[in-house]
């Protein structure tokens, strides 16, 4: 997808819907948003979303929507009130391209391995402890809440301890301050053992444990063969390698799988020219590390992953994997019991036919997180020839579904689930959306009844808010 050129005030005639790739200008300061509906008044906190501030500079322009210039936003909800405020994450690399004409490194829509000659490199911070730069690159996919190690960085009364916002395939993290969405410093996964981080690729989503560890993995594609290094970021910050993956070869991973005890590491080695290479399953030790089985099945791609379950049963625990595009569960059996060399399938437990259960971006009630759960929800295509234009609720028990369809197209992003204080029921909350209205030509933060998916009200926007993925909350 390649991005327009100009501000929103100059593309008259546009379709509505493009104006998500059109830049606009950040805003400092909290502003005021007019509400239509009711917001309830037990929604109190702070929703992070992120985005793109723009595409061009001069005349550049990013040919892919993973390659925007980063901000973040921070809508914070309060007595049925909505304010929200932006900030720009990534103003040396604005710049550097100003001045140069280039983007410093590779991009998603070339080759993610090219880096162009004479740019600029980004000082991270590593386990040295060296300080890094704060905004020389732009990071703008997923969020870790309360990053391990980090202490609080705000001076400020805000939700969070910390906030970590992470890049899509490279080894970037960057900190940002939780109430004024300050840049604070770039830093990497680095720790003991760790082969080659500051060239290696990682995933956008790590694993995250119950008391806020990190399960990710690094790529070394200079090692011969290829290492996938698996490894936690303990509580303490301290980083540990969990397990070396050499038999595999490269692929993109977007996001790490995890249970409770277990991470799980999808590989897909097919491409266009190997459709018919298998996808890997690793299952690995998160406490003790080590690889306790290895599994196959026909190739496929997910980027997320929706939850996953371990099953405890005294002859054959398992693990279950659920994934999103179309709504599909893995079933790892008998892991426990593996030995190398076992010919072991994952087998598809449970489909739901695309045309009724199409889901991306998928969250659930983050309390059943790990544990076994009934809900998930997030964008899906009713109308063809749309990218989405609804969101979508999938009981998994009963394999139904509920939509929030507006009534004029509407693309909606990743929902994000936040649950009424004391509440007993799975689906008892709101599901909060940006959605960007072709009737108005601006945006909007939804507020949907995740029980009945009503929509109850909504905060205005006073500007098309550029697209992004992902987005997170922070209950004050």
């Given at each position: 997808m390649v991005a327009r050129k100009n501000s929103a005030k100059n593309c008259a005639g546009a379709d509505p819907l493009a104006l998500g790739f059109y830049s606009t200008t950040e805003v400092?300061?909290?502003?005021?948003?007019?509400?239509?509906?009711?917001?309830?008044?037990?929604i109190t906190g702070a929703l992070y979303r992120g985005a793109q501030a723009t595409w061009d500079v001069n005349n550049f322009t990013s040919e892919h929507w993973f390659d925007g210039f980063s901000r973040q936003y921070r809508f914070e909800i309060e007595n049925g009130k909505v304010s929200y405020r932006s900030r720009n994450e990534s103003d040396e690399v604005q710049d550097f391209v100003r001045e140069t004409g280039f983007w410093p490194g590779g991009s998603f829509g070339n080759d993610l391995c090219k880096a162009i000659f004479g740019a600029f490199e980004a000082n991270f911070r590593d386990a040295?402890?060296?300080?890094?730069?704060?905004?020389?690159?732009?990071?703008?996919v997923g969020y870790v809440k309360n990053f391990p190690g980090?202490?609080?960085?705000?001076?400020?009364?805000?939700?969070?301890?910390?906030?970590?916002?992470?890049?899509?395939?490279?080894?970037?993290?960057?900190?940002?301050?939780?109430?004024?969405?300050?840049?604070?410093?770039l830093f990497i996964y680095d720790g003991p053992g760790f082969s080659n981080p500051g060239s290696a690729f990682t995933s956008a989503h790590p694993g995250i444990g119950a008391n806020d560890e990190v399960y990710n993995y690094i790529l070394d594609l200079e090692s011969k063969p290829p290492i996938y290094q698996i490894f936690a970021i303990e509580a303490n910050g301290q980083g540990r390698i969990l397990a070396n993956i050499t038999d595999a070869p490269p692929a993109y991973i977007h996001?790490?799988?995890?249970?409770?005890?277990?991470?799980?590491?999808?590989?897909?080695?097919?491409?266009?020219?190997?459709?018919?290479?298998?996808?890997?399953?690793?299952?690995?030790?998160?406490?003790?590390?080590?690889?306790?089985?290895?599994?196959t099945a026909p190739a496929f791609f997910a980027f997320h992953e929706i939850n996953s379950i371990r099953k405890v049963g005294p002859e054959n625990p398992n693990i279950g994997i659920d994934l999103p595009a179309r709504f599909r569960r893995f079933r790892l059996q008998n892991f426990l019991n593996a030995h190398e060399g076992d010919?072991?399938?994952?087998?598809?437990?449970?489909?739901?036919?695309?045309?009724?259960?199409?889901?991306?971006?998928?969250?659930?009630?983050?309390?059943?997180?790990?544990?076994p759960y009934r809900y998930t929800y997030g964008v899906h295509v009713v109308k063809r020839g749309f990218f989405?234009?609804?969101?979508?609720?999938?009981?998994?028990?009963?394999?139904?579904?509920?939509?929030?369809?507006?009534?004029?197209?509407h693309l909606p992003s990743e929902p994000v689930?936040?649950?009424?204080?004391?509440?007993?029921?799975?689906d008892d909350g709101v599901?909060?959306?940006?959605?960007?209205?072709?009737?108005?030509?601006?945006?909007?933060?939804?507020?949907?009844?995740?029980?009945?998916?009503?929509?109850?009200?909504?905060?205005?926007?006073?500007?098309?808010?550029?697209?992004?993925?992902?987005?997170?909350?922070?209950?004050?």
């Open positions: 400092i300061d909290p502003i005021p948003l007019e509400i239509e509906g009711g917001i309830p008044s037990w040295s402890g060296n300080k890094g730069d704060n905004n020389t690159n732009s990071v703008s980090l202490a609080r960085n705000t001076t400020n009364f805000g939700p969070l301890v910390s906030l970590v916002v992470t890049i899509d395939g490279g080894n970037a993290l960057q900190q940002i301050d939780p109430v004024t969405l300050e840049p604070i410093e996001s790490i799988s995890s249970t409770e005890n277990y991470a799980r590491q999808s590989l897909t080695s097919s491409n266009r020219g190997t459709p018919d290479r298998p996808t890997f399953f690793y299952v690995i030790d998160k406490k003790k590390g080590g690889i306790f089985a290895k599994y010919d072991l399938v994952a087998k598809i437990e449970l489909e739901i036919p695309y045309d009724i259960g199409n889901i991306e971006l998928p969250r659930i009630n983050d309390n059943y997180h790990h544990k989405v234009d609804s969101i979508i609720k999938i009981d998994i028990e009963t394999q139904t579904t509920k939509l929030w369809v507006p009534e004029t197209n689930f936040v649950p009424r204080p004391g509440c007993d029921d799975e599901l909060l959306t940006l959605a960007m209205d072709s009737a108005t030509s601006r945006s909007n933060l939804v507020v949907i009844d995740a029980k009945t998916m009503t929509e109850l009200g909504r905060a205005k926007m006073p500007i098309a808010m550029g697209y992004g993925f992902h987005g997170v909350w922070g209950r004050v």
